[in-house]
C-alpha cells in the first residue's frame, strides 16, 4: 500500500489516497464503460479530500447505490463509492499522480447493465 496525491483536470478538487497499485480493475458497468478509467480501490478511510469538496457532484443510476464522483468544473471523475462493498472507494488511477497505467494490469469486473 502507497499513498497517491489525485485530483481532477482542473484542479479544484484534491484528494490523497492509500492504495495497491497491484490490484486493479475495469468494469464493465454502463458508466465506466463510457468513462473508460482503470480503477484502484481502497478502504473509506484511506481516501481524503484536501480541497474542493464543494465541488464534487454525485451521480447515480440504476439500483442508486453506487456514489459517482465528478467535478462540477471540469466534469472528470474522481472517485466513487462501490456498489457491492459500500465501505470502499474506486479511484480513477489516471488522476493520480506518479502512476503510470501502463503498468497496470486491470482485473475486468461486472458491473451494472443499466
Ligand atoms: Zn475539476
Redo the contacts with the bound molecule.
Sequence with gaps: MENYQG???????VFTVKTDTEFSTRCDCSMCRRRGAIILRCKQDNLKTLS?EE?LQMYQFGANKAEHY???????H?FYRLRKLPEQFGVNSGCLDGIDQNTLSPVLTKGSKT
Excluded at 485530483?7 to 478538487?13: A, E, F, T, V
Aim: hydrophobic share 25%.
Design positions: 485530483s481532477c483536470h482542473c484542479g479544484q478538487i474542493g465541488h465528478f467535478c462540477k468544473q471540469c466534469g472528470i474522481v
